[in-house]
């Protein structure tokens, strides 16, 4: 018999330990999707068949794993060998009886004969979650992200094509590698475990004790929307919380922003990625209720297992789910001693992010695109990528650490990194944007932090150092003369990217003023349909946007805030309650968004100017109105229309077509200028940057980009009005210094990135002075 019902799967040697912990949480009354399991005594049926087995070590006979282009062809002749070998049909048929009763109850399936042929034939196919249960003989092997794992598979041809991928995972390049790498041979074995699929409005993965700090009187839940695979894969930096395991107490909360979710299509059923609403991007994933219910539902399966656990769960119409249970692999690690890292306490670091692998590392950036950049990377360098990726186990034993701009500490690279003993940082947003390749870098994965090495000096018995003389210029000015570093004083103004109206007193001061605040969460709270609001009931609207936007202009005032008026794309309008009609686009970036929608329909458009004008009356004339998404004179045109008192009004530079005709836009009346450096640069060289075929194509400096900012600049320098830049990445060295060259007035950047952009800013004017000085000799 190869298949076992999923409570009645208590061999370990049979089922892996994952489905052993299910089996076992499922008898202890803990909420498991129901399901069924696939023995490793079918793989090994299978892999015998035709002397496969024999074909696979042959295959596999003298090969060097670290050689990664011999490892990538071998693995993809042996997972074509599996994918094209066929299950026997007996095992077909038990496997399809046991994925036809997930379909009806336990008392249905209990009544047997007749009456279960009836209520099956009459039952649709199940939609089921197909994963990896591998039996391994150490308990310090979690095999975290090397064997698939698949969503929303219905029917049994469909289950049968997963359960041969599952298997043929076992040969992928990560796998092998990793097995060659803690010692385990022979034949590898696994169980696959079917469950029913779940439709989840938001997951997570929880680590009853921290795996970063080995403290087991912590334990990490991290959240998100949608699938847990969106964490797992580290495509998102996941909403964390650090508990006390004993109380419940939330000791920690970081809220991060989650752009991606990976949910099922409700046209295809096929499971897709797509960008989570604006809405949801800053909000909670997780009420304190549903924290606490988690809190206890983990208590609850490390008493049914025995040991600390990396448990995976979901919630679907407000019920939890317990997915996974697999031992924590990593807690007998030793921790570095955090004074190794050499780096002053004074010293402000280059990047900051979230220590996922404990360890410190001292050598070059190596920032690669994806993975046909693997050979790239040199034994010794420091690994700088935008996400996870299963490709780049092969190179965890030849870098001496690790960065990624997304992900959280329980992310599979993140757990694979332990077990490797690499250091690594995850959730850093921004490292392969900020970090150059090549460049020299101090990784401290105890704090999570990323410093530029201080050049150490060489002193020579005649005064010179590192063999260049230390006799000051006395043509250029002493260093002191000019403004130090860190105290905030620049020519270029550092304003703020903000999603909502709120802002600290410290902050507030410490800041030139708000480059951006984006429409979107503020009209959307709470569950707010704002087009319905502005149909029904305006002045509720009126009295949302002047009421907060008015707190936030008193306490920066006299500083200015650029408002830019709603831009929901059409995915994210669908999503709102009451929006079924709103079209489905095949690409919602080009699309009926932004000041389009606005004089289409105008009612929200109506009620934006309306409490500007309240302020406005109020005194309150530090706020700017700017118009997303614009692309001629005459919409421009269209909405001065609608304004019926005077306003600052300024143009987003989303588009190409508004780049261009700057010099049109500025003599029709603008006071603003703000370019969108991440919208302008996709829609100018046709790139979406988070298509992973074709990111690398993507370029903020690409010189098209650079042409187009110039032209922008220079236009609206010629006619008097003020231009400034965003983006929602932060802008790396070789930006800012070329935009402060161009002549940019302000830069806007996230809250987090502020203190390290005006340092940035201050050190770039400081180096354009002293090359114009010299220059002038």
């Known amino acids: 018999m190869y298949t076992l019902s999923l409570d009645k799967a208590e061999d370990s040697k049979r089922v892996g330990s994952k489905a052993l912990n299910l089996s076992r949480a499922l008898k202890a009354g803990l909420p498991v999707p129901g399901g069924f399991v696939l023995t490793s005594d079918a793989y090994a049926r299978f892999i015998s068949l035709d002397k496969l087995w024999d074909r696979v070590k042959g295959i596999l006979e003298g090969l060097d794993p670290e050689n990664i282009r011999e490892l990538r062809e071998k693995s993809r002749e042996i997972r074509g060998l599996i994918l094209n070998s066929e299950i026997p049909d007996s095992m077909k048929k038990e496997i399809k009886e046991a994925y036809d009763g997930l379909a009806v109850s336990r008392e249905v399936k209990d009544a047997g004969g007749k009456a279960l042929d009836f209520i099956k034939a009459g039952r649709g196919e199940s939609f089921v979650a197909v994963r990896s249960s591998v039996v391994a003989e150490e308990a310090s092997n979690s095999f975290a992200g090397q064997t698939f794992s698949l969503m929303n598979v219905i029917g049994s041809g469909n289950l049968f094509n997963s359960i041969k991928l599952c298997w043929s995972s076992l040969f992928s390049p990560e796998a092998i590698y990793y097995r060659r790498n803690r010692g385990i041979s022979g034949l590898p074995l696994m169980a696959v475990v079917v469950q029913r699929m779940l439709d989840p409005e938001k997951s997570g993965i929880i680590f009853t004790a921290n795996p970063s700090t080995n403290d087991i009187g912590r334990m990490v839940i991290e959240g998100s929307w949608g699938l847990g695979e969106s964490i797992v894969s580290g495509i998102v930096n996941p909403d964390e919380y650090i508990l006390n395991k004993d109380t419940g107490e939330i000791l920690e909360k970081t809220l991060n922003k989650k752009f991606w979710q990976y949910t099922k299509d409700a046209l295809t059923g096929k499971t897709i990625k797509e960008r989570v609403t604006s809405s949801k991007v800053h909000a909670n994933v997780l009420t304190e209720q549903e924290i606490k219910k988690l809190w206890e539902l983990s208590k609850k399966v490390e008493e049914v297992t025995g040991r600390p656990q990396d448990i995976e769960w979901s919630i679907a119409r407000n019920r939890i789910y317990l997915l996974q249970a697999r031992p924590i692999t990593t807690l007998n690690r030793e921790m570095p001693d955090p004074a190794q890292a050499g780096v002053p306490e004074s010293q402000t670091p280059l990047l900051k992010g979230i220590a996922a692998s404990p360890g410190f590392a001292r050598a070059r ?345 110039r032209h922008v600049i220079n236009g609206c320098r010629k006619h008097k009005v003020e231009v400034s830049v965003f983006s929602d990445v932060n802008l790396g060295p070789e930006m800012i210094e070329r935009l402060i060259a161009l002549g940019i007035r302000s830069i806007s950047v996230d809250r987090n990135s502020l203190e390290n952009m005006k340092t940035s800013i201050a050190r770039t004017e400081r180096k354009l002075l002293l090359e114009k000085i010299r220059n002038q000799k």
């Open 365 to 709: 950036a190596r920032i690669i695109a994806d993975s046909n950049e693997l050979e790239r990377v040199e034994p010794g360098d420091i690994l700088v990528v935008k996400k996870a990726n299963p490709d780049y186990t092969p190179l965890l034993k030849r870098v001496s650490g690790l960065v990624l701009d997304t992900g959280g500490r329980n992310s599979y690279m993140a757990t694979i990194s332990r077990e490797f003993q690499v250091p690594c940082i995850v959730g850093t947003e921004n490292a392969t944007t900020i970090l150059r390749d090549g460049q020299e870098i101090i990784l401290d994965a105890v704090n999570g932090k990323i410093y530029q090495p201080v050049p150490r000096p060489n002193p020579q018995p005649d005064g010179t150092v590192n063999g260049a003389t230390a006799t000051p210029d006395p043509g250029i000015p002493d260093a002191e003369k000019l403004p130090a570093l860190g105290e905030g004083i620049t020519a270029t103004e550092v304003r703020l990217n903000l999603a909502l109206p709120e802002l600290d007193e410290n902050t507030a001061k410490l800041c030139d003023g708000i480059g951006i605040l984006g429409a979107e969460r503020l009209l959307t709270g709470e569950g707010r349909n704002p087009f319905e609001t502005a149909r029904t009931n305006p002045q509720e609207l009126i009295q949302l946007i002047s009421s907060r936007l008015g707190t936030l202009a008193k306490l920066l005032y006299p500083k200015p805030i650029c408002y830019r008026s709603l831009d929901l794309s059409t995915d994210e309008v669908r999503n709102l309650e009451g929006e079924d009609e709103t079209p489905r686009e095949s690409n919602p970036l080009l699309g009926w968004r932004g000041l389009r929608r606005s004089l289409d329909q105008p009612e929200i458009f109506k009620c934006e100017v309306q409490a500007l004008k309240k302020l406005s009356q109020e005194g309150l004339n530090n706020i700017t109105l700017l118009l997303p998404f614009i692309s001629t004179i005459q919409e421009l045109r269209d909405a001065k229309s609608l304004i019926d008192f005077p306003l600052k009004l300024g143009i987003v530079i989303d588009t190409p077509s508004s780049a261009l005709s700057i010099g049109d836009f500025c003599q029709e009346g603008i006071s603003h200028a703000s370019i969108n450096l991440g919208s302008l640069s996709q829609l100018t060289l046709g790139v979406d940057r988070e298509n992973p075929e074709i990111s690398k194509l993507y370029s903020e400096t690409d010189p098209s980009v650079m042409r187009l900012v």
